[in-house]
DNA sequence: CTTGGTGCAAACATTTTGCAGCACA
DNA sequence: TGTGCTGCAAAATGTTTGCACCAAG
């Protein structure tokens, strides 16, 4: 089964990012986020309510993982009342548009990242603490395309997971 | 919270393999394997019954990655009747004593491998297709390793998931 | 005004758990 | 012969969905 569903609609084609980009301000990064996220939804006849923009606004605010719940409670803690429904219909629509994407290591919740400004898509997993960072490894661009081309594949992205400890030897 | 939970008992530690690697031949390493699986159980005084021996047996005779609900089918038609929920309760146990891991990719149902042999920890995922092809890139351990002495961190295990679709262009 | 969105609660699917009887060591 | 194991069914959990009312465009 193909790993886009995105409710009944169709895909949303990822949206280049127009400008703000690499800035370590996260409020510098509103505005055009949020802007790319109208474009997307016009461009599907779909409608950018205020709980849309909350949420969205609500994930910009987080450092880098989150999951549902968090979210949830993130914005009952700034008074916006959303209900749960809309929090995952509308990550959903956020990951469909590529701004958010979903990040899996734990089998019993879906964790979420932004997909856009310098997050990565390598974790690192205190197996100890529960602690999780996220960063860039561009090395493993290479590698990557490497094997795919050896294969006839193309990639279109990838996500590495290291499980690690402190290191008390 | 860490990793490790294994119903009510202790992780079991990891059992070195005796012999048989990197065999071609799946049943020449029933023997070992099944070996390996008793004497974890023996240490934790725990018992080494007919359900625990099929589900490894059946486990083995999976070619790469596999679900719960296809291991209960693959029983099933076996003649082997075994409830869901010894297959779950085995799977922790094979998880905790090394011989099976966990792998997560689709939020939906959580796949598993086994952990010996020639398996490896990198997914080639088809996303057209649904297709997974697993390998081993001993290449990126150094890389792995190197990131994690940096930060004064130990590196227990890594997964890489890589998303591909045919190469068109 | 028309189409899509929201909240609620019920539905879902996978995994976990409580319990009574069974069986390995 | 006692502790651990099994199967069953019920519970638990995160996520999805149906529906009636509401609101963006």
New interface residues.
Partial sequence: ????SSMGLEPIKPVPTDGAHGHDDSLAIIEPLCAVFRRALKEEGLKYTPERARILDTIIEFDGLFEADQLLDALKAKGYSVSKATVYRTLKLLESCSIVQ?V????DQ?HYQLAFGKQGNTL?I???T?EVETLE?P??IA??DQ???A?????????????????D?
């Fill in positions: 089964m193909p790993l886009e979903q899996l290591f734990d089998r879906s690192i205190h197996v100890d529960g490894l090395e493993l590698l990557r094997i795919c081309n294969r006839g594949l193309k990639a279109q992205g990838h996500k590495l997971q290291i499980f690690v400890i402190a290191d030897s």
